[in-house]
């Protein structure tokens, strides 16, 4: 009896392990890594290793090569997929928290709670702002267009950002898009978009933002000059408009992008600029500046 019993769990077990559709074992993820004040560019992967029960539900393992400094998330991923949505145990809540929704359609939301490097919750409100769909390898998969509004408790400042979401690959932004408020404030690594994905079942896909899923880039500073000294926005945050000020005389390029790195501004100047932004959405934007196609630095742009 208590064979048949055991035998039975087992089989349980393995059902629900095969029935996962979201990182299956062996699923890839890489995304472009950027550098505050450095042009320097280098990739973060994610691996799906196996297959685990973990705090009661039968979830896939995710290791990451290297994790984002300015996130509170850990290097070591939990995750599985119920009712066409994706779960994350999160320690600090002690709890599986929603990821994604792929039955979401145009005005759902979730919310997702976080904790800041200080211990205060902040709280992540995506909402669908449209949906899609995309066909990759011949599979036909759906696309959520979000909204990421994150509710900081900080006078004045409304934080949102935009990005899209795809079935069985997640944000492109960045696997886990998640923000707190002590990412305002921290110049660290970031994510600035994914590269390529694959897995068994879908195979290898590129989104061609790089030259390679490993492209690796050593950036060298103009007449090793400091990047605070060579590059300097304010005001940061902004409402839309603000100054650039560039320690140099060359003819320099800023570009300015979103999150999934879509350039949104350009332009070329040759001394301190004014930039007007208001006619974009509130949301965090990359600045980049740029000389003859070398990348001087880079900079977080919060606009509110």
Known sequence: MKILFLS??????SMRLIAQDFAPIGAEWYYTEGFSFSGD???LKITSVMDTMYQGKACHQLVKTRNLDCSTRPDIEYVFSEDSAVYFWDNDFNEFQKLYDFKAIEGNSWIIRIKDWDDEIDTILITVDSTDLITI???QLKVLYVTYSAIYDIPGINFYYNSKIVEKIGDFSYLFNLYPESFLYCDMNYSEGLRCYEDSDLGFYSTGIADSCTYTYTWTSVDENSMEKIFEIFPNPTTGQFQINVNSEKNITIEICDLIGGIIFSKDFTSNTQIDLTG?????YIATLKYQDKILGMRKIIKN
């Open 8 to 13: 039975t769990i087992i089989l349980q077990i």
């Open 41 to 43: 560019k280098n990739f």
């Open 137 to 139: 390898n011949e599979k």
């Open 280 to 284: 974009l959405p509130n949301g965090l």
